[in-house]
């Protein structure tokens, strides 16, 4: 890098849309979203990329956290009460504020995807859609970190305001 700021600038591809209208009591991860439904409306300009997407069981979303507050390095995450480097969590509140859900695909008609075991905002800004594919995102020689201690939380876990509170 050359120690100047580059700018980057994201499109949006489509709108998520969800039961969830506010952050506190929605699920923190997929996992804890079983059975909600959901669906993605895209965007007319991006329908034909949509093309073959069918044959997939689940697909992950790249989407903007459009609700965050200003980044903090250091975070309680959701799952735990001591503060943990942001990067080593999935909390909103990152430099970057990008989320990442791996949905389970229902249908497409024309622009609109139906998906289950969502867990995001309702009218976030999608920015992609990657199909899954076990072999390329499953992993089994992993280290949990901190996150060792909390396995099995995830599915009942619920968010709360923490990270809607300013500094």
């Known amino acids: 890098m050359t ?4 700018i980057v600038e994201f499109r949006p591809i489509g709108v998520i849309r969800t039961p969830f209208t506010e952050v506190s009591g929605m699920p923190i991860q997929p996992a804890g979203a079983e059975g909600v439904k959901g669906r993605i409306e895209m965007l007319p300009e991006f329908v034909e990329g949509l093309r073959d997407l069918d044959g997939f069981s689940h697909i ?3 989407y903007h956290l459009h609700r965050a507050k200003e980044a903090r390095l250091t975070v309680v ?4 009460t001591v ?3 942001v ?3 999935r909390a909103p509140r990152r430099p970057n504020a990008i989320g990442l859900s791996t949905v389970k695909l229902v249908s497409i008609e024309g622009g609109v995807i139906s998906i289950e075991n969502i867990d995001v905002l309702d009218g976030t800004p999608l920015l992609d859609i990657k199909p ?3 072999e390329f995102d499953e992993r089994t ?3 949990l970190g901190w996150l060792e201690d909390a396995k099995g939380r995830a599915r009942r876990t619920r ?6 509170e300013e500094e």
Not at 3 to 6: A, T, Y
Not at 77 to 80: A, H
């Open 141 to 143: 020689d992993v280290r």
């Open 60 to 62: 992950t979303l790249l």
């Open 132 to 134: 899954y594919f076990p």
């Open 159 to 164: 968010s709360d305001d923490r990270f809607d």
């Open 83 to 85: 503060p943990r480097g």
């Open 77 to 80: 995450p959701f799952m735990d």
């Open 87 to 89: 990067f080593a969590t």
């Open 3 to 6: 120690g100047r700021e580059q």
